[in-house]
């Protein structure tokens, strides 16, 4: 009698797209959320709000796929939290704690510092463990991680006048620095020339460090007095270097995307539009901190600019996708 066999539902083709999406599409709430940041800081609620329901809804799929893989899919879910791009789970809850903040929606921001905090020293030992010579970009995402955790916490202390945290995010924003530096003896120079975008993350590191040290600088008060002159003097010259230095990686890689044209899409490029997103919301964040008015013009140009690239990123994305539903439909 011959052998019966079970027939096997067939996949359908966004479960086949969503099964091969790599750790790094975090990065895409990255960079939606981080945007959204930059435009609220402009003055551009309706779009920033539409990008933020956006950046949410992404948040929510790969949280549900986080999850999911966990519960059902150990030995997966244990190899890529070892790899950098695991902690764009991290950064992605921050950056949009850190927008529903300044909305006034203080509880639901809190969970996310609180979710991304219970993930933080896990997954970044994880990471850090397996840090070699010859990285990509990738590698800063330990920094981009622990930074994200300090601009949540500063933007919370301003807000609820919560001295502890405001330390909490000091201490955080150190160890970011710190991450920072041993990240780049690990990474490869000639991704600069060669990378498929995650390599932007060497100058997106510093623009959110530089938005941790102005969320620092603004959670300042008379009533918490968290800084002295010398505590806040050191503060505010390290946060004007950090994005000075940030802004001297952007021209470098905007010039090496010139000399050395990428322009197919690949995953990786969502951090491209992450760090050019952060660099103008670092620079608009630097130039209240700092009481520099000038710096607000670059910072809605730079704003603009990280749109673009976002939109370009998007298009790539969804025509991507078209690719991989008519193959499977073939």
């Not at 890529?80 to 764009?88: F, G, K, M, R």
């Not at 901190?289 to 670059?298: F, G, K, S």
């Amino acid at each position: 009698m011959p052998a019966t066999t079970t027939p096997t539902a067939p996949t359908s083709p966004f479960h086949t797209w969503w099964s091969h999406r790599p750790p790094t599409a975090g990065a895409a709430v990255m960079a939606t959320g981080i945007v959204s940041v930059a435009l609220h800081l402009t003055g551009y609620e309706t779009l920033s709000r539409i990008t933020l329901a956006l950046a949410s809804a992404a948040w929510i799929a790969l949280a549900g796929d986080f999850a999911a893989r966990l519960l059902w899919d150990r030995q997966r879910w244990m190899q890529e939290a070892a790899t950098p791009a695991a902690l764009t789970a991290i950064a992605a809850t921050a950056v949009l704690g850190t927008r529903f903040s300044t909305l006034g929606w203080q509880t639901l921001a809190e969970a996310l510092l609180a979710l991304a905090a219970v993930l933080w020293p896990g997954l970044l030992i994880a990471v850090v463990r397996h840090w070699h010579r010859g990285m990509p970009g990738a590698v800063f995402l330990g920094c981009v991680a622990t930074e994200g955790l300090a601009v949540l916490a500063a933007t919370l202390a301003a807000t609820g006048n919560t001295a502890w945290l405001a330390h909490a995010a000091l201490v955080l924003f150190w160890l970011g620095l710190l991450l920072y530096a041993v990240a780049l003896t690990r990474f490869e120079p000639w991704q600069i020339a060669r990378g498929a975008g995650d390599h932007w993350v060497a100058g997106g590191a510093l623009a959110i460090s530089a938005l941790a040290g102005s969320k620092l600088i603004a959670a300042d008060s008379a009533r918490l007095y968290l800084w002295n002159d010398d505590d806040s003097g050191v503060l505010h010259t390290v946060t004007v270097a950090l994005l000075i230095l940030d802004l001297a990686w952007y021209v470098i890689l905007l010039a090496a995307e010139i000399a050395w044209p990428r322009p197919h899409y690949d995953v990786r490029r969502w951090a491209t539009a992450f760090p050019m997103g952060m660099t103008a919301a670092a620079t608009l964040s630097v130039a209240a901190a700092v009481d520099v008015p000038w710096l607000e013009a670059p910072g809605e140009v730079l704003m603009w600019i990280a749109v673009s690239a976002w939109l370009a990123v998007a298009v790539g994305a969804v025509r991507s996708y078209a690719e991989v539903t008519s193959t499977g439909r073939r």
